[in-house]
């Protein structure tokens, strides 16, 4: 007989969606927006403590918007995190620019504040000109070091695009992820902290500039008694509905933040005599993820690799998955520049994701802690 599935990150419904739902129905706003979409909106800014939040339909949409609104456009080059998701970089494609690729420190897996400034300094003295934005990723919930970051980035004028897609109440120095920057994109993806089905949010720093990333997001229609356009628009807005799922995952969202660094914490203990695997922990009291997922790195000495380890575990039908390959190792990116050494590289090839999902019982933990084990003692 087969085990039971354990899943990486599968949804956590709070029982409350429905009644959220229900109501949309009730007043007919099952349209594109509507009252729920403003509620969250709403729900969104003060957990954050941001002005202004929109809501749209991913992750992916609020960095192309912010992008967008940082006025980049053709010609221009954008540097960004090369380990980490596509959704990241493939809208500096979007608007004609080019994504130059940096490289992580270790600790964090997140973008390396040298390499950054390295990168900055070399495409000036190449292009003659400063990079039009800079996208740090808050990777698996982990805050990059983003004080850093925007330190270095203010010295050159260049704005920032905070990536905490995955780091919805992870927080860094006492901030939360998701407002450093100019803006913050978040993600609320199935398999995200909570979910709106799909669905993210552009954080921005005042009610004047959420309006105009609404005005994109909503085809960029002018204020006439008529369809009027000025300027190419997008159909980026989240839908009413979704909102009202995200509404009652509002509900749970401390309570999945808190058992997704319980999780952590599990695995951290059950595996604290595996000598071959260390448990990714916050590097200082300054960090503090929400331990979206929980990331291994496997000791290359030993022998055995995260593609054996996870071919292991899905054997014993649980579902675990490689890290970001970086960006710039795939062939889309192969002419990008890239400024680094191997850390990504190497992270890549040591690290491994495994069940992390808020739903997920300590006996589910236990048992992959196990089976973790079991594959070493071979």
Same mark, same amino acid.
């Given at each position: 007989m087969a085990s039971e599935r354990i899943m990486l990150s599968r949804v956590h419904l709070s029982g409350t969606e429905q009644k959220y739902i229900d109501e949309a129905f009730a007043d007919d706003w099952v349209v594109p927006l509507g009252p729920h979409v403003d509620r969250f909106e709403h729900r969104l800014e003060n957990y954050l403590d941001a002005p202004a939040v929109v809501a749209l339909s991913a992750g992916t949409a609020a960095i192309h918007l912010g992008l967008v609104l940082l006025g980049v456009s053709r010609g221009d080059e954008v540097i960004c995190q090369s380990m980490t998701f596509a959704a990241s970089c493939n809208p500096i494609v979007y608007q004609g620019a080019s994504p130059v690729f940096v490289d992580s420190e270790p600790e964090t897996m997140n973008m390396d504040p040298d390499m950054l400034e390295r990168a900055i300094v070399e495409r000036y003295r190449i292009t003659g000109r400063y990079p039009k934005a800079i996208i740090p990723v808050d990777?698996?919930? #982990?805050? %990059? *070091?983003? &004080?850093?970051?925007?330190? @270095? $980035? !203010? +010295?050159?004028? @260049?704005? /920032?695009? =905070? !990536? %905490? $897609?995955? $780091?919805?109440? +992870? &927080?860094? !120095?006492?901030? #939360?992820c998701g407002t450093f920057g100019a803006f913050g994109a978040l993600s609320f993806n199935g398999n995200k902290i909570i979910t709106t089905s799909g669905g993210g949010a552009l954080v921005c720093h005042d009610q004047s500039t959420a309006g105009r990333v609404k005005f994109y997001a909503t085809q960029a229609r002018e204020d006439r008694p008529y369809y009027y356009h000025e300027t190419i628009g997008y159909n980026y807005r989240l839908s009413n509905i979704s909102a009202a799922i995200g509404c009652g995952q509002m509900d749970v969202l401390e309570q999945r933040?808190? *058992?997704?660094?319980?999780?952590?914490?599990?695995? !951290? %203990?059950?595996?604290?005599?595996?000598? =071959? /695997?260390?448990v990714q922990s916050n590097p200082d009291s300054r960090f503090q993820s929400n331990f979206w997922l929980t990331t291994i790195a496997i000791d290359n000495r030993s022998g055995k690799s995260p593609e054996m380890l996870r071919q292991y575990l899905a054997e014993d039908n649980i579902e675990s998955r490689r890290l970001w390959r970086p960006m710039h190792m795939q062939p889309v990116f192969a002419d990008a520049p890239y400024y680094g050494g191997n850390v990504s590289e190497r992270l890549f090839d040591q690290g491994l994701c495994l069940p992390s999902g808020s739903s997920l019982r300590d006996s589910d933990i236990i048992r992959v802690a196990e089976r973790i084990k079991e594959f070493f003692r071979q």
């Amino acid at each position: 007989m087969a085990s039971e599935r354990i899943m990486l990150s599968r949804v956590h419904l709070s029982g409350t969606e429905q009644k959220y739902i229900d109501e949309a129905f009730a007043d007919d706003w099952v349209v594109p927006l509507g009252p729920h979409v403003d509620r969250f909106e709403h729900r969104l800014e003060n957990y954050l403590d941001a002005p202004a939040v929109v809501a749209l339909s991913a992750g992916t949409a609020a960095i192309h918007l912010g992008l967008v609104l940082l006025g980049v456009s053709r010609g221009d080059e954008v540097i960004c995190q090369s380990m980490t998701f596509a959704a990241s970089c493939n809208p500096i494609v979007y608007q004609g620019a080019s994504p130059v690729f940096v490289d992580s420190e270790p600790e964090t897996m997140n973008m390396d504040p040298d390499m950054l400034e390295r990168a900055i300094v070399e495409r000036y003295r190449i292009t003659g000109r400063y990079p039009k934005a800079i996208i740090p990723v808050d990777l698996y919930g #982990m805050p %990059a *070091r983003l &004080k850093e970051i925007i330190e @270095i $980035a !203010d +010295s050159y004028g @260049i704005p /920032v695009l =905070e !990536d %905490a $897609a995955e $780091a919805l109440g +992870s &927080k860094f !120095d006492g901030q #939360m992820c998701g407002t450093f920057g100019a803006f913050g994109a978040l993600s609320f993806n199935g398999n995200k902290i909570i979910t709106t089905s799909g669905g993210g949010a552009l954080v921005c720093h005042d009610q004047s500039t959420a309006g105009r990333v609404k005005f994109y997001a909503t085809q960029a229609r002018e204020d006439r008694p008529y369809y009027y356009h000025e300027t190419i628009g997008y159909n980026y807005r989240l839908s009413n509905i979704s909102a009202a799922i995200g509404c009652g995952q509002m509900d749970v969202l401390e309570q999945r933040i808190n *058992r997704r660094r319980e999780i952590r914490d599990l695995y !951290d %203990a059950l595996l604290t005599d595996c000598s =071959e /695997v260390t448990v990714q922990s916050n590097p200082d009291s300054r960090f503090q993820s929400n331990f979206w997922l929980t990331t291994i790195a496997i000791d290359n000495r030993s022998g055995k690799s995260p593609e054996m380890l996870r071919q292991y575990l899905a054997e014993d039908n649980i579902e675990s998955r490689r890290l970001w390959r970086p960006m710039h190792m795939q062939p889309v990116f192969a002419d990008a520049p890239y400024y680094g050494g191997n850390v990504s590289e190497r992270l890549f090839d040591q690290g491994l994701c495994l069940p992390s999902g808020s739903s997920l019982r300590d006996s589910d933990i236990i048992r992959v802690a196990e089976r973790i084990k079991e594959f070493f003692r071979q």
